[in-house]
């Protein structure tokens, strides 16, 4: 199983679209860090404040959909480019094919995070100081959020690893990832503000430090009060989504015949 995972690493390392997805991870996460120091901070949580301060430096929300397409393209790709029957006569347990595919995945997805939530905490540190603030947010609640960002990309990345062995085409993933994180829970956190900590997107994005609901685009943007789930909670939530489909797929697309 290590060495297996040591491929799936491999893969992922030696494949340009890793280091495209990395790039446009950081470069989104920055302009959107920039815009929110500058543009963005209202009169309820100047950036002077705690509550401000925390906002410009945890905007790594983006990196997490990226992180979870990641996930995504490494498992449909196997399909796309016809190796998945390569990858199935070497390794004939498919279940521990996703299983590796996931672990790599949520490892580099980790580092998508962890390196968007640096980005993040830096240029907005770097606002707050520029305009001649003090920085109030503790270094143990930045520590806190990096880390955070991590695990939720991590498990993001995981989950999109078994969407995409359950979907297969990777046009139909990509788009899903998408549509369902920048539309779907933007829309059902508008409409239902209950179900807002269980929707996996804007629960993995609190892990980061994320305020419940800021991290939605459209409609659902920050509205609600209602508290994010412990992290814990959150963390295990974000798991048992991921062990779930990945359970669905090994039950059913995973046996089919691969051509």
Known sequence: MTRLIHTELLKLRTTRVTYAL???????????TALSATVGQSTARPIAGI???AAVTTTSGF?????????????????RHSSATLTFLAIPDRPQVLAAKAAAGAAVGAGFGLLAALTTTAIGLGVIVGKGDHVRIGAGALVGHVAGAALGAA???????AIG????????TVIGVFVWCLVVE????????????????TAATTLGGT????????????IGTQPALPFIATAAL????????????????LRRDVT
Do not use: K, N, W
């Open 165 to 172: 062995m359950l979907v297969r085409s990777q046009l139909a």
């Open 63 to 79: 990196a997490m959909i990226i992180a979870a397409l990641l996930g995504a393209l490494a498992a449909t790709g196997e399909f």
């Open 238 to 253: 974000l798991l048992a989504g991921a062990v779930a489909v990945a359970f669905l797929a090994a039950r059913t697309t």
């Open 51 to 53: 509550a401000g301060q």
């Open 186 to 201: 933007s829309i059902l956190g508008d409409l239902v503000h209950a179900v807002r900590p269980y929707l996996p997107y």
């Open 155 to 161: 498990l993001l990345a995981a989950i999109g690893v």
């Open 22 to 32: 990395l790039a446009t991870a950081l470069s989104v996460t920055a302009l959107f």
């Open 211 to 222: 305020r419940l609901g800021s991290a939605a685009f459209g409609p659902g943007y920050e």
